[in-house]
Structures are given as C-alpha cells and as structure tokens.
C-alpha cells in the first residue's frame, strides 16, 4: 500500500512571504500521480495543483510551485506571495495511475497565514 | 455543471440509529468514491464505484456500514446501528475517464455527529 507523509502538521506564514509544505510518499510503483488539495475552513476539497509522474518537469499553477524529486519520493509544495485567503489544510495525496483513481491521502498540514 | 451534490449537510442522531448519506455525482463520471474524514485518521477511502459497480470496499469499516450505487447519478452510504465513533464528515467524489486528469471532484460533505 502507498503512503503519503506530511511531516508538518502545522505552519503559519506572513501575508506576502513565500512557504514550502513537505510532503514524501512511498511506492513501488513507477506510473502514478501525485496532487496538493486544500480545504478551507468551507470544507471544501478544491485541487491545487497535480503532477504526473512521468514528467520531470514541476508543475506549475500561478503562485503554486511543486518540487517533485521522484527518486528521493518527495513532493513539496510552494506557495509565493501567500495571501489570507490561501490559510486552510492541504492535504498531499497520491493516485496509482492503473487502480481506478483512488486517492491515498496525507494526514494534512494546517497553514495560517498572517497579516 | 452543479458539481457534486451531497445531502445533507449536517445530521445530528442518536446512537443506534440508521443514518443515510446521499450524493450526486456530476454528470457523466462514471467513477464515485466515499471518504470519511476525522481528526485522527485523516481521509479515509471508504469506497469506489465504476460505472455504479462497487470496485474496492476494503475501506468500509464494519458491517455496519453499506453503499449502493442504484444508477449512474445517485449513491448513498448508510450506516445501521450508528455508533459515536462513526461522527466524522463524509465526501462524495467522482471523476470521469474521459478527461484522464486524475482530479476528483469533491462535494461539500455531510457532517454526521452519533450522540
């Protein structure tokens, strides 16, 4: 069975300032995805940002950044320029690519961000 | 599209009661997915369907716990007796194969408290 570790349960970060979330996963899969959700306080479950497993490349969505390092199985999450709005849970979760979609989530890491 | 619909939002029971979940998944996913979420074991993946038939219900905690999937937009996951240890919330997600992008789409939830 996969695992997905987040080792910050949780940060706080000032208005305007740049945070990184960790995140390490364990397969032995080879063909898989990799995704940040975030949950605002709404409880809403709302995609950040994904990554296949296959590209090297880092994904990324405006002010969200990944740093995918597969042979080390990690997968960090940047946020730039943080604003208030993006203070919720997020959450690492990882998809083997052949099992139908199912998620396998990460405990979550709580971010609060400060004026 | 109107997303994924749950109902209902929060549901208060007693112990011993029976406790029904609804959702509606959006249209044209052929993929619906049952987690439940707590404080300390995160999400959890309950179950899946594809194409309204169960795949995986290795999450579904006891026998007590049952989820059908009667026809393509509708899913319910019911628990008889309900226990205290069962209040958590509750996400429908669904997906389609089409797009292929892995992203589950999350509905906001039912929130079930067991006194």
């Known amino acids: 069975a996969q695992t997905v570790t987040q080792s910050q349960p949780e940060m706080s970060v000032q208005e305007a300032e740049t945070v990184t979330l960790s995140c390490t996963y364990d397969?032995?899969?080879?063909?898989?995805?990799l995704f940040w959700y975030k949950q605002p306080p709404s409880r809403q479950m709302i995609l950040v940002i994904r990554q296949e497993a296959y590209k090297q490349q880092n994904a990324t969505e405006n002010r969200f950044s990944v740093n995918f390092q597969k042979a080390a199985k990690s997968f960090s999450l940047k946020i730039s320029d943080s604003q208030l709005g993006d203070t919720a849970m997020y959450f690492c979760?990882?998809?083997?690519?052949?099992?139908?979609?199912?998620?396998?989530f990460g405990k979550g890491t709580s971010l609060l961000v400060t004026p | 599209d109107a997303g994924v619909i749950q109902s209902p939002r929060h549901e208060v029971t007693e112990m011993g009661q029976e406790v029904t979940l609804r959702c509606k998944p959006i249209?044209?996913?052929?993929?619906l997915f049952w987690y439940r979420q707590t404080m300390m074991r995160g999400l959890e993946l309950l179950i899946y369907?594809?194409?309204?038939?169960?795949?995986?219900d290795s999450g579904m905690p006891e026998d007590r716990f049952s989820a059908k999937m009667p026809n393509a937009s509708f899913s319910t996951l019911k628990i008889q007796p309900s226990e205290p240890r069962d209040s958590a919330v509750y996400f429908c997600a669904s997906t389609g194969t089409v797009s292929d992008t892995g992203e589950l789409f999350f509905g906001e939830g039912s929130r079930l408290t067991v006194l």
């Open positions: 397969t032995s899969e080879n063909n898989y995805y």
């Open positions: 979760a990882f998809m083997k690519k052949m099992t139908g979609y199912a998620l396998n």
């Open positions: 249209s044209g996913h052929d993929y």
């Open positions: 369907f594809n194409n309204n038939v169960p795949i995986d």
